[in-house]
């Protein structure tokens, strides 16, 4: 299978831009089912977690067009099917948000339990909690979530626990549903707000994304629309890890900082210099970081998908430094790969204590997971020798063109690729 290699030592210098984020573009796409019309989706991240999303929607039988690597024209009204199969949702942990869209659109949703990541369960009960709020009764026939509704009517929703996908697949279903949907402890991270402003584009009305309480009044109709991406707030923070771990200078454009701003408090603790413009920030480092504690927390909080490329820094720190995880409960799981590359890691619990070295030397290590993965490579830029990075599948669900964007700014990293194993997309 593909792999990276990884010559370590160079220090970062340069321009990185930022692409659409995975996250809001894994919601957005299946929103579209509920569109009477064609929308355009710009800003759209060329990675296989979104690959995955178009394959759905075109087996589905919606009409999928290119119109650059980025931008898709996407056809709804030829959606004849409401099942999303295994083959459909494999390597995908978004797949459930087929099952808000196809409710919404349909009043019945068949769709596989998702893949992806392996970095904790991930139940659906809080989505099932909403649907079943909006009238919809949800069972588990032959390994496939099946949902099914008369008619869908608001309800009050109060999430046990803070949750996106919970979060996205309700306000989907409910866009469409007859009467005020109320969603109280709601998620609030960008990508939230994002979908609402996306399904408010196509004539949804709804109020309070980005807060703990979402309204959503749901309407008859939804046309279709133009809609662009917001900026992945994930890949902005991997390059600015990077650069500060490289001793680097980096401008990381086209990114919002407000979304960056519990990822800049962090780097600014550890010693790292961060400038912020209207679309950029200016990522500079000339010393080893010094040691600070992160504890992973729903938005605004510190970003439980920025925790392993962190640790991977506070890993070279100077001093001790505890991470705490918050969110998923196997997030350390990457933590053996960096202890054979010379990193002092302790995991107790829901912890992980990191005493710094002053430097790591390459070995072979794999990517259990996509931010997982995304730390290798910053410990291989960082580490001495050659480091090969295997599985790097997961890498490629959240990460566009990351060797090209690295190798602009001076990394030494390549793809390893059999020819018969390149992936490219396909729209249908």
């Known amino acids: 299978m593909d792999k990276f290699i990884v010559n370590g030592g160079n220090r970062l210098v340069g321009r990185i831009c930022v692409s659409g984020a995975k996250n809001a573009a894994v919601a957005i796409l299946p929103a579209v089912l509920l569109a009477e019309s064609p929308c355009v989706i710009e800003n759209v991240p060329d990675i296989s977690d979104v690959h995955g999303i178009l394959r759905a ?236 504690n992160v504890k992973t927390m729903p938005h605004p909080g510190f970003p439980t998908d920025m925790q392993p490329q962190f640790a991977t820094l506070l890993a070279i720190a100077d001093g001790t430094s505890i991470v705490t995880e918050s969110v998923w409960e196997s997030r350390f799981r990457y933590v053996e790969q960096l202890t054979f590359m010379g990193a002092n890691i302790q995991v107790d619990g829901k912890s992980a204590i990191i005493s710094g070295t002053e430097r790591l030397k390459a070995a072979p290590v794999k990517a259990d997971d996509l931010r997982a993965g995304a730390a290798m490579i910053i410990a291989g830029l960082v580490a001495e020798g050659q480091t090969e990075i295997t599985d790097i599948e997961y890498i490629d669900r959240g990460y566009e063109q990351v060797v090209e964007k690295l190798t602009a700014v001076g990394a030494d990293i390549k793809r390893v690729s059999d020819e018969n194993l390149g992936y490219s997309l396909k729209a249908n």
């Open 57 to 292: 929607l075109s087996g589905l039988g919606c009409t999928v067009t290119p119109l650059s690597r980025t931008s898709f024209e996407i056809d709804p009204r030829g959606a004849n099917s409401y099942i999303v199969n295994k083959e459909m949702a494999k390597g995908m942990r978004a797949s459930s948000y087929f099952l808000g869209a196809l409710l919404g659109r349909t009043l019945r949703a068949k769709v596989a339990p998702p893949g992806g990541c392996a970095i904790g369960l991930r139940p659906i009960d809080q989505h099932i909690k909403g649907f079943e709020a909006l009238g919809a009764k949800v069972t588990i026939e032959s390994g496939m979530v099946v949902a099914r509704a008369e008619k869908l009517m608001g309800g009050s929703v109060y999430l046990d626990m803070v949750s996106v996908g919970a979060t996205v697949n309700i306000m989907i279903a409910a866009a469409r549903a007859k009467g005020m949907t109320v969603i109280e402890n709601a998620a609030r991270e960008p990508h939230i707000v994002d979908l609402a402003n996306f399904l408010n584009s196509m004539g949804a009305d709804i109020m309070g994304a980005g807060t703990s309480v979402i309204k959503i009044r749901g309407v008859e109709h939804l046309h279709g629309t133009s809609y662009s991406i917001i900026p992945d707030q994930i890949e902005a923070g991997t390059y600015m890890v990077a650069a500060a771990a490289t001793k680097g200078d980096v401008v990381i454009s086209n990114v919002i900082p407000k979304h960056l701003e519990s990822i800049i408090a962090k780097l600014k603790e550890a010693g790292v210099t961060v400038e912020e413009g209207d679309e950029f920030v200016r990522v500079t480092m000339d010393k080893r970081p010094g040691r600070c």
